[in-house]
């Protein structure tokens, strides 16, 4: 435990050091006032924010995590000399790294309501699906860092993969049921827009603000499936997959690895 504490400690202090997190929680804050002056109506301030943080901090989280990941090798092959095992080094970094993420959105949102004297349920659950999301690219971010030596060729990929979940996926799905026409497709699009922690996410906070003309043909259909109590079932399925298979493979890969 006191072996679990120290390298806690240390990786805490290196994530504090960076610029990172002090930046996103003041471009969260600008963001969630400037919605807030424009806005009068809670929901709608979320709404907003929901459609910008759905693209950003997937972005921000694999970055973070992967630039920090590279930045900290010698670190990572200095704690590796000491008689720690790998699974408290990478589980320890995963954990600080996932609540850094969390802490700094939360304070960039909670601050701005807090001055306009604003808090309520729509928040907390808002706030609740956005650290989620963050831990799902957290744990990708690691398991890519962790899988490839290369640092450009792992950011090229964690480009890519954000690129693809954010807007190329959606096409897909859509060209492929054009194309189906005619045939039962309805199990295909479920499956489709359930294995995307972006578009999942999207569709839950637009389905609990009651904005349903703001989804995707995809959207649309998961977001009926969702109004079940199987497919909310299915959804924190999902939803636990993405966060743990990521963080349990990546292990893996770093237990394997040779330094």
């Keep these: ?7 806690v400690y240390y990786e805490l202090s290196n994530v504090l050091r960076s610029k990172w997190l002090y930046v996103l929680t003041i471009l969260i804050a600008i963001m969630t006032f400037t919605f807030l002056f424009l806005s009068d109506d809670i929901k709608k301030t979320l709404l907003s924010l929901t459609i910008v943080f759905c693209a950003l901090i997937p972005l ?12 900290s090798e010698r670190f990572t092959e200095l704690l590796l000399t000491q008689p720690i095992s790998r699974k408290v080094i990478f589980l320890s970094r995963a954990v600080i790294l996932g609540t850094s993420l969390i802490f700094s959105l939360s304070i960039g949102v909670v ?9 309520n349920a729509d928040i907390l659950f808002f706030l609740g699906l956005m650290s989620l999301l963050a831990l799902v690219f957290v744990n990708l971010g690691l398991l890519i860092s962790v899988s490839m030596s290369d640092k450009m060729k792992a950011l090229g990929l964690v480009l890519g993969i954000w690129m693809y979940l954010l807007m190329v996926h959606d096409g897909i799905v859509l060209m492929g049921l054009l194309l189906l026409k005619g045939y039962p497709t309805d199990i295909s699009a479920l499956v489709a827009g359930t294995i995307n922690p972006i578009g999942l996410a999207r569709i839950l906070l637009i389905r609990y603000f ?13 977001q009926l499936f969702l109004s079940s109590t199987t497919g909310v079932i299915a959804a924190l399925i999902g939803g636990a997959i993405w966060i743990f298979c990521p963080l349990w493979l990546g292990l893996r890969a770093f237990i394997r690895r040779d330094y």
């Design 111 to 119: 601050i701005p309501f807090a001055w306009f004297q604003i808090f």
């Design 1 to 7: 435990m006191k072996i679990l504490k120290t390298v």
């Design 60 to 71: 921000v989280a694999l970055l973070f995590t992967s630039l920090y990941w590279y930045n």
């Design 210 to 222: 009651d904005q349903p003309l703001l989804l995707s043909f995809t959207g649309a259909r998961v």
